[in-house]
């Protein structure tokens, strides 16, 4: 294909976005996140989900993919908001260097600050570890009208103290409950947690940032390399690489009996940054739209004192 007529398919693609209703971009939003949604899937295994992006779309069309998601979630939030009846939870998880923050900024960025909570989970400190593992994330939940972000999350408890039991030792459960048993019981806890939560009109939306190894060591170098990314980075973050087949093992295990048609777990291609957040955006409209939000009702009465409001700052004198 010549360069002009690769110019002019790009231009074309660019044209049809520009004209789709919202009904179509709604759609194709349900399309396109859905091929990345677990469900319940109890056949699920994380070595055949991929990591990279292979189509071909050009660059520009990719970031104006997502500016039409960011636009179309902000409107989105703002009903929510307004509505002030359900409220979502999204959860981010992934290994490190794997985008969460940086999608989280970028997928967020049209919302009003006002309807939205962003909470990072790092080590418990010693009160929370005075109180059961969900407790410190309970805190944290979205209000009516709101979206809360969870960066990292009671997940951790079936993930890093998983693959770290010395972690569990020191979390002042009684003994007798530490059993062969335990991580299938705390897959039990969050199945019925998260229930809990739907059935109070919290919608639940769980992501995995799947980034492959080999993309990991890239960006891990680049923090290093980077004075000003260095922040992001320290030795622990490397150690942790090492265990790479046992986080892998855990996060199969943990999507696998988590995920379900009401909270389901996406499994996101992460090594390409901007498509990742594509279809993060695709995810979160998904299920904004399955609410069938609308702005409230206003009453004749109200309609009729709002006239005379509009009617009485008209009369007004300069």
Known sequence: MSKNNKKNNKKTESDDFKKLTKKE?????????????????????LKDKPTSYFGNEDKALIQKTLKMGIKALAAMQDILYAQDKWSVLIIFQAMDAAGKDGAIKHVMSGINPQGCQVSSFKGPSSEELDHDYLWRCQKHLPERGRIGIFNRS???????????????????????????????????????????????????????????????????????????????????????RGYWDDYMHAYEELIKNTSTKKSPWYVIPADNKAY??????????????????EYPKVS???????????KALLEEKE
């Open 300 to 310: 004749a009465e109200k309609i009729s004192e709002l006239n005379e409001v509009k």
């Open 276 to 293: 990742a957040r594509i279809a993060i955006a695709s995810a979160i409209i998904h299920a904004l739209d399955e609410m069938d939000l």
């Open 154 to 240: 009671y997940y951790e408890e079936v993930l890093v103290v998983r693959v770290h039991e010395q972690i569990l030792r020191g979390q002042k459960i009684p003994e007798k409950l530490i059993t062969k048993d335990i991580w299938e019981n705390r897959f039990e806890d969050i199945r019925n947690f998260e229930r809990y939560l739907t059935r109070n009109g919290t919608i639940v939306i769980k992501f995995f940032l799947n980034v492959s190894k080999e993309e990991q060591k890239r960006r891990f170098i680049e923090r290093v390399d980077n004075p000003d990314k260095n922040w992001k980075f320290s030795a622990a973050d490397a150690k942790e």
């Open 25 to 45: 971009l709604l759609h194709r939003a349900k399309k396109f996140s859905e091929q990345y949604c677990v469900g319940d899937d109890k056949d699920f295994t």
